[in-house]
């Protein structure tokens, strides 16, 4: 039995996941209690269940502390377990309550929206640790409900390698466990024929693989990637995001993670996102 478990902030957009693993053919739980977690899903698999995915959140603040135990208490059951966490970042999160006019699930009289998500972030800190974490800050639905499906197919037995292209005039992503900046390199947006198009288009390709200091660059991301990727296996990792940086994310970072992908995807489980060009 496949199980996935969701969880994150309030207003990250668990809800759009849950919906999206539902239609998946996945029987959903929201808003289960961790304690309940592993006597649930015993259960759903006694009924013939094959997956399952339930979303365990702040709002079961009391029994969060159990849930590592819980999840291993699982495995050890044979449950083919993932944990996937969204989150986004405080204005974003503020921004959304306001136009939704709900209220966050920790507010009470004495604290601000801002104190409440700083608040919750602390509770889930641990959670988060498990997880795999998605940054919905510049996500629309449907980009989410296909980073979902990205993530339904994954053996959670292997490390995944996620690269990620961004543009730092947006943000650094909030899942990033290495950041590179490519700002530096010539940038195809100033060339007028190269402007509309973007990293995965022949003539920008083509363009960026004729400087030496683009392949110069691809060298030492790509080498020090290899270096440690092992490290991180032997932490018993599950995923890390590999965050390729420009200037807006459409050219010289979506460029250099397509080309990382496909030399890391003969021999690791690889994905790929383009949050710029995704949102």
């Known amino acids: 039995m496949q199980l996935i478990v969701v969880s994150g ?11 999206a693993l539902e239609d998946s053919g996945y029987y959903c739980v929201d808003n289960l209690p961790a304690s309940l977690l592993r006597e649930v899903t015993l259960y759903l698999k006694g009924s013939a269940h094959p997956r399952a995915a339930v979303s365990i959140d702040a709002r079961s603040r009391e029994t ?41 699930p920790l507010s009470d009289d004495r604290s601000t929206l801002p104190e409440c998500i700083q608040l919750e972030r602390e509770m889930l800190r641990e959670v988060r640790d498990l997880a795999n974490p998605i940054d919905t800050s510049d996500l629309n639905t449907s980009s989410l ?38 700002r530096c390199l010539p940038n195809p947006h100033y060339e007028a024929l190269l402007q509309p198009l973007t990293g995965r288009d022949g003539p920008v390709i083509e363009y960026l693989d004729a400087n030496i200091d683009v392949n110069r660059m691809f060298d030492d991301i790509r080498r020090f990637v290899d270096d440690w990727l092992p490290c991180f296996v032997r932490d018993n ?7 390729i940086g420009c200037t807006g994310g459409r050219h010289r970072s979506v460029y250099f993670v397509e080309r990382l992908a496909r030399y890391f995807a003969g021999n690791t489980q690889v994905l790929v996102r383009h949050r710029e060009l995704d949102a």
């Open 64 to 104: 969060l502390h159990l849930l590592p135990q819980q999840l291993a208490d699982l495995r050890r059951q044979e449950i083919d377990v993932h944990l996937l966490f969204l989150e986004a970042k405080t204005y974003t999160l503020v921004k959304r309550f306001s136009e939704t006019r709900r209220r966050h």
């Open 237 to 243: 990792r599950s995923y890390l995001t590999v965050a």
């Open 9 to 19: 902030l309030a207003g990250s957009g668990k809800s759009i996941a849950l919906t």
């Open 145 to 182: 409900r296909a980073w979902v499906r990205d993530f339904i197919g994954l053996n959670p037995a292997s490390l995944t390698l996620l690269f990620q292209s961004f543009g730092f005039k947006h943000g650094i992503p909030l899942d990033s466990d290495m950041v590179f900046d490519v």
